[in-house]
């Protein structure tokens, strides 16, 4: 099994920034592609960043240019930098990896693995 533990949201102004990070831990082979997803109270969960083993990135057409995805592939930990943060940005923002694991019985598994996800709020 894989767990992913997500820290640093909280409460910023406008303008300000935030670093989310998200670290993936368990019986882990390999973690692939690593991307952060956000939902606002009231609307479906979106797809915010993402960021494969070799360095890709994509974004979101709302965050490009002010949220930069990276990874750390030696501590399995991916990470959100937010800048000129608005009052849109106030969700609970989730990460997810696609990883494999092996269990106790040598047998590899392929799965996606979601955090439990950490609140950022925007607000002046």
């Known amino acids: 099994q894989v767990q992913l533990v997500e820290s640093g949201g909280g409460l910023v102004q406008p303008g300000g920034s935030l670093r989310l990070s998200c670290a993936a831990s368990?019986?882990?082979?390999?973690?692939?592609?690593m991307a952060w997803y956000r939902q606002a109270p009231g609307k479906q969960r979106e797809s915010v960043a993402s960021?494969?083993?070799?360095?890709?990135?994509n974004y979101a057409d709302s965050v490009s240019g002010r949220f930069t995805i990276s990874r750390d592939n030696a501590k399995n930990t991916v990470y959100l930098q937010m800048n000129s943060l608005k009052v849109e940005d106030t969700a609970v923002y989730y990460c997810n990896a696609g990883a494999v694991s092996v269990d106790g019985s040598r047998r590899f598994a392929a799965g996606s693995y979601w955090g439990q996800g950490t609140q950022v709020t925007v607000s002046s």
């Open positions: 368990g019986s882990i082979v390999s973690v692939n592609t």
């Open positions: 960021i494969t083993r070799g360095g890709s990135t």
